[in-house]
């Protein structure tokens, strides 16, 4: 399931979405969380919306590396905290990637954050939806998380 809110303003949206994560220990490459539907994050149905940028929370303080994929329709991942296994069907879904590596965390004592800015990714949604998927997949380590301890905010246009 996934927690999410939009706010809007005249020109730009922040979308909130808390990523359901494993609580068991995971490997590189395993899925962190599967495609989670964003609803209502595309204007209309089919639309087009400009990702700006994309802040990350990590409440379990692990600052490992993490994928963010971004998908215009359910798809299938691979099983959560389980090395990736994506179908070519379902990769052509895809429509959108952002790196969070170690570099890019700051530590806040009991978690980390990481920014990334100046994305001007153009995400399009699949008719008739005005959904967005989000999955992740972590790429170092062998990081603990919360359930709900990965928290996003996507900074839209």
């Known amino acids: ?8 303003s005249t020109a ?4 909130d979405v808390t990523l359901v994560a494993d609580t068991n220990a995971y490997a590189d490459n395993d ?15 089919g639309g087009t919306r400009l990702l700006h940028s994309v802040m990350l929370l990590d409440e379990a ?3 490992q590396d993490i ?8 798809a299938t991942l691979g099983t959560i905290n389980s090395a990736v296994s994506i179908s070519d069907a379902d990769a052509r879904k895809l429509i959108g990637k952002v790196s ?5 965390y700051s530590d ?19 008719d008739p939806s ?7 997949v972590v790429r170092s380590g062998t990081p603990t998380y919360a359930a709900d301890s990965i928290k996003l905010k996507l900074g839209l246009a």
């Open 100 to 104: 969070i590596v170690q570099a890019d």
């Open 31 to 45: 899925v962190l969380a599967v495609p989670q539907e964003v609803h209502s994050v595309f204007l209309e149905a």
């Open 12 to 15: 730009l949206d922040v979308v």
């Open 67 to 74: 994928d963010l994929l971004f998908f215009n329709a359910d």
């Open 108 to 126: 806040l004592v009991n978690s980390q954050f990481a920014s990334k800015g100046d994305l001007n990714m153009v995400l399009k949604a699949a």
């Open 1 to 8: 399931m996934t927690t999410s809110m939009i706010v809007r």
């Open 130 to 136: 005005a959904s967005l998927w989000i999955g992740a």
């Open 61 to 63: 303080d692990q600052g």
